[in-house]
């Protein structure tokens, strides 16, 4: 069989999450439209009739200004370590500058085979299009093996990045059950879906210092019992969670709820709960709580 694994890396919000969920085939990374959404190394993983392909989603590159952005960082050059395909993903809304491509250099030393991806070509004209893929031309020449222009929104061109993809797969053994579609615990699956809710709902001064932390999980006959913990970083941004009445955290819990049914195949009790801890990203042990971990 073949097996192996992708790596994709990228600025923040470049769609790396929403191509591997895409090309999996199930939600294994949580997307919003915030920056540094996706802050650990989560594997997707696509079986197929004697084909295993393990993609490994990473945060976004950015210059860290916490012990969690740190963190972060170190993810991203892990995961960039002895893998069989190295994905550099571009946002075509976005352009290419001077930085982009010097990273671009700085992977084809790591020694993998490096496909360049121009994600969100349907945001703008062909013209633009053609303008972008022509600034990837000399690293052709220097080893990039293909670029593609796709839209991970309106399917474009996936198919063929797949093909793609596998034809760089070398053969090899099984590393997971053909069951499986993260290397993740379930319930750090359920912990990501509530953080992907809330970073939807709330303002765009809280994310950043959203973590949540799973505090129990009884599954019963006929319903699975689930509490866990948001957490922040200031009196402020708990009642901002919370809303009046209790209006915001009821919405979370119910948006996330309906995600979390589908993923355990369970009717599931959720109850939310918030709770500040002051600077909690700059607390190696309270980062490795909320379920961050360099081991």
């Excluded at 890396?9 to 439209?33: D, F, M, Q």
Aim: net charge positive; proline share 4%; charged share 25%.
């Amino acid at each position: 069989m073949k097996s192996g694994f992708v790596t994709l890396v990228g600025r923040p919000n470049v769609g790396k999450s929403s191509l591997i969920n895409a090309l999996v085939g199930e939600k294994v990374s949580i997307v919003s439209p915030k920056p540094q959404t996706t802050r650990d190394r989560i594997m997707g993983i696509l079986n197929e009739p004697n084909l295993q392909m393990v993609f490994v989603d990473t945060p976004g590159i950015h210059k860290p200004k916490t012990k969690l952005g740190e963190y972060m960082n170190k993810c991203i050059t892990s995961a960039t370590q002895d893998v069989d395909v190295l994905v550099a993903v571009f946002d075509a809304s976005r352009g290419v500058n001077e930085d982009d491509l010097t990273r671009l250099s700085s992977y084809l030393t790591l020694g993998s085979p490096v496909i360049v991806v121009l994600n969100k070509i349907d945001l703008v004209p062909q013209e633009r299009v053609l303008e972008l893929l022509g600034k990837f031309s000399p690293y052709i020449e220097q080893g990039v093996k293909e670029v593609l222009p796709c839209s991970c929104r309106k399917k474009l061109n996936l198919a063929a990045l797949k093909k793609t993809l596998i034809s760089y797969i070398p053969e090899g053994q099984q590393y997971f059950f053909d069951d499986e579609i993260s290397d993740k615990p379930v319930s750090y699956m359920i912990c990501e879906i509530i953080r992907e809710k809330a970073l939807l709902l709330l303002q765009d001064e809280i994310p950043h210092g959203l973590g949540v932390t799973m505090q129990s999980y009884k599954k019963e006959q006929n319903v699975t019992q689930i509490e866990c913990d948001i957490i922040c970083e200031r009196d402020s941004h708990k009642q901002i969670i919370i809303g009046d009445s209790g209006s915001m955290i009821k919405k979370i819990g119910q948006s996330a709820r309906r995600d979390i049914e589908r993923l355990i195949d369970s009717r599931v009790y959720l109850k939310l709960f918030v709770k500040v801890r002051d600077d909690w990203r700059n607390n190696r042990n309270f980062i490795r709580d909320v379920g961050y971990s360099e081991n």
